[in-house]
Every structure is written in C-alpha cells, then in structure tokens.
Nanobody, 116 residues
Framework: VQLQASGGGSVQAGGSLRLSCVASVRTISSYVMGWFRQAPGKEREFVTS??????TYADSVKGRFRASRANARNTVYLQMDSLKPEDTAVYYC????????????WGQGTQVTVSS
C-alpha cells in the first residue's frame, strides 16, 4: 500500500486548506484511513480517522476539520477550516486494516503552516 498526500501550504489564521491522500489499493473501503500530524518538537498526534462505519476526530479539530473519501478515486480528503497557528504541522495520511489497531501504511507527509 502506498499513500500519497498533497495539498499542504501556508495560510493565515482563519483560512482553509484541503489535503488529499491517494492510496494505491484496490479499494480504500477495505481500510481505516487516518490523518495524523506532527508539529516541530512534538509527538505525532491523531487528527481523524474515517472508515465505512463512521468518522472520528480529535477534540482539537472537531467542528473545524472534516474528513471525507471518494472510494472510486481511492482518495481521502481532509478539509481544514478556521485554521489556527497551532495547527501548523506536517500532516500524514495512514491506513490500517479494520482488524488491526496499528496503522501499518504511511504517506510521506505534507506541510501545513498557519501564520497569525
């Protein structure tokens, strides 16, 4: 499984970005797809996961970020609105089997920078 994330960039606080992650799999509906982020000097943290049964979000992004997916395109999206400087991080998409608690597959990351 290969994951290719894109869509990062630099925006001012309050702005929006949409990240995309294309997966080289037969169908992403067979996987739990996740977004994580890592800010400088901090540990990687969970942002959201999306699967056939639903979506979960970290409290820090609830109401501002929205995950979605296009199964026909094997692509998951992360729409990020009302961005804050503390959202600045490298964002990674990841995938795991629904039967596993471990994300085994990771993309290369895309930088998101939010200025105040």
């Amino acid at each position: 499984v290969q994951l290719q994330a894109s869509g990062g960039g630099s925006v001012q606080a309050g702005g929006s970005l949409r990240l995309s992650c294309v997966a080289s799999v037969r169908t992403i509906s067979s996987y739990v797809m996740g977004w994580f982020r890592q800010a400088p000097g901090k540990e990687r943290e969970f942002v959201t996961s999306i699967w056939s049964g639903g979506i979960t979000y970290a409290d820090s992004v609830k109401g501002r970020f929205r995950a979605s997916r296009a199964n026909a395109r094997n692509t998951v999206y992360l729409q990020m609105d009302s961005l804050k400087p503390e959202d600045t991080a490298v964002y990674y998409c990841a995938a795991r089997s629904p039967q596993s608690n471990t994300y085994n597959y990771w993309g290369q990351g895309t930088q998101v920078t939010v200025s105040s």
